[in-house]
């Protein structure tokens, strides 16, 4: 990750910070998440080009795509006890497996 965050920052991308996690891996493959803002936002968002960076950089033979999605960030119970206080960050999932 560390060398995707220097070629995002000389070619002046955006922090690399929360741009996307890899959230978890295995030698098979992994979950990578990203936060958006809006539906519109999933497929054009810098974090989705930082995400895919991050399979390449654990599948170096290639990978596919699994599925993906919305992640849910908290309950739906949370978020009314604490009557839509919880933020508006969305978070979108890519999970993979290396070829």
């Known amino acids: ?24 891996t295995t030698d098979q493959g992994g979950l990578v998440s990203y936060p958006f803002q809006s539906d519109a936002d999933v497929l054009a968002s810098s ?14 033979k290639g990978s596919r795509i699994v599925r993906e999605g919305e992640i849910p960030k908290v309950s739906r119970a949370a978020d009314r006890a604490w009557r839509g206080q919880m933020g508006f960050d969305r978070l979108w999932g890519v999970q993979f497996a290396c070829e």
């Open 1 to 24: 990750m560390g060398l995707t965050c220097l070629v995002l920052f000389m070619t002046g991308g955006a922090g690399c910070a929360h741009e996307a996690t890899l959230v978890w």
């Open 47 to 60: 974090g989705r080009h930082v995400a895919f960076a991050l399979i390449a950089e654990q599948c170096p």
